[in-house]
């Protein structure tokens, strides 16, 4: 629009990249995705919608303050400015906050995220934590130097095909 400031934002690092994405968990982001003087313009497939499941004391699929794309399934866990994208599927869990969860990605019961940027087609196990303690991460996975832990399916040891 006129008179209003462009968006640019420099990407390069993994520390600039999960800024960027946990930007557009703001209530008022600095690139807003819902103008539409400006549409997002893909070729993203169809997918059903986003779905949340269950609803009991320690047991709920919830997102707040997050972006969750088509094809999403979060069963029972709760999820706080975070980012999902398409048809990733979050188990019965503890936690996923503060993390940018890209495509295809399967997340195990009981597992714990914060601050993590995980890779498209990534499988966390059960009970599988990472983000909560820095030092622990630093041995099985790459850490930003502003604390982001970066997951990769060859980092996990899985073979991709």
């Not at 960027?20 to 209530?27: I, P, S, Y």
Request: aromatic share 8%; glycine share 8%; hydrophobic share 40%.
């Amino acid at each position: 629009m006129v008179g209003e400031r462009p968006y640019w934002r420099d990407v390069g690092t993994i520390d600039a990249y999960w800024e960027a994405n946990m930007d557009l968990t703001k209530v008022v982001p600095e690139l807003n995705l819902y103008d539409d003087v400006w549409p997002i313009l893909s070729r993203q497939p169809q997918l059903p919608p986003a779905k949340f499941v269950f609803d009991g004391d320690g047991l709920r699929g919830v997102a707040v303050d997050s972006l969750v794309s088509s094809g999403c399934i979060v069963s029972g866990a709760p999820v706080r400015r975070s980012i999902l994208f398409s048809k990733v599927r979050v188990s019965e869990g503890r936690l996923v906050e503060d993390s940018l969860v890209l495509p295809d990605v399967t997340i195990g019961r009981g597992v714990t995220l914060w601050r993590v940027v995980i890779d498209k087609r990534c499988s966390l196990p059960d009970s599988f934590t990472a983000g909560v303690h820095p030092d622990e991460d630093k041995a099985r996975f790459h850490v930003t130097e502003r604390g982001i832990t970066l997951i990769t399916s060859s980092l996990l040891g899985e073979r991709r095909y």
